[in-house]
């Protein structure tokens, strides 16, 4: 798995986990504004990015891999951030590893699976070659809010997505369920939404907090589902504010 280290070396660790279909690249945002303040560990994970060539497996196997990324950059642990699918894998470290996430924040988590998953695979599998073509690339970053300035990031990391990377993150998307040990994490964890994303996501937010005791919540105005791309002043000031 492709790891970056960006910032200063001796500040505090902060593990930033991307989102389905993106990559680390879409933490640059962020990483411009953290400067100096934070020692960042950036994965792309596997299926994605410079990590294309090994297909996405499960959850459960990513956040044993990101484990051991942490063990061996982080071992006394980091803040672990994670959007959407990274938010997943963000919870089920903080549930599995507690002793490697110091705080934990969750951005845009589906947290209620999706009635009738195979349906929507199975569209998504007659619909997976058009992720090649560059004109339905763009509508799709533009969906995502990926700013101009990665865009070309997004179609490349876009068309070299395999299917099966494709369908094995979706599929684990839209199954989470809340792992048992989250409700037993004792550290500081803040569950962020954004104020424009569907009902879908506002239920699963409120479902994340009101499992976890002590948990803060926040609804982030003018956004969508993209809040580090569409407010990453904002996103990076809150990391910044949590360490």
């Not at 970056?4 to 902060?14: F, M, S, T």
Request: net charge neutral.
């Amino acid at each position: 798995m492709y790891v970056r280290e960006a910032g200063d070396a001796h500040a505090p660790p902060i593990l930033l986990l991307h989102g389905g279909g993106v990559a680390g690249w879409m933490w640059r945002p962020t990483l411009e504004r953290l400067g100096a303040k934070a020692r960042v560990i950036v994965p792309d994970l596997p299926g994605h990015g410079r990590s294309a060539e090994e297909a996405y497996r499960s959850h459960e196997m990513t956040a044993q891999a990101v484990a051991r990324v942490l063990e061996e950059r982080a071992p006394g642990g980091a803040m672990v951030a994670g959007f959407s699918l990274g938010a997943q894998l963000t919870i089920l470290l903080a549930a599995t590893r507690p002793d490697l996430v110091t705080s934990a924040v969750v951005v845009s988590a589906q947290a209620k699976p999706l009635p009738f998953p195979q349906a929507t695979l199975g569209l998504l599998g007659a619909t997976a070659p058009l992720a090649r073509q560059r004109w339905f690339a763009k509508l799709q970053a533009k969906q995502l809010f990926i700013p101009d300035e990665l865009l070309t990031d997004y179609l490349r990391d876009s068309a070299r997505t395999s299917r099966e990377t494709l369908l094995a993150s979706v599929g684990e998307n839209i199954r989470f369920t809340l792992p048992t040990g989250w409700a037993d994490f004792k550290n500081p964890a803040l569950v962020m939404v954004g104020e424009h994303e569907r009902k879908l996501m506002h239920d699963s937010a409120r479902n994340i907090h009101d499992s976890l005791p002590g948990s803060q919540m926040t609804f982030v105005p003018e956004c969508g589902h993209g809040i580090p791309l569409q407010r990453p002043d904002l996103f990076a000031e809150i990391l910044a504010d949590r360490m």
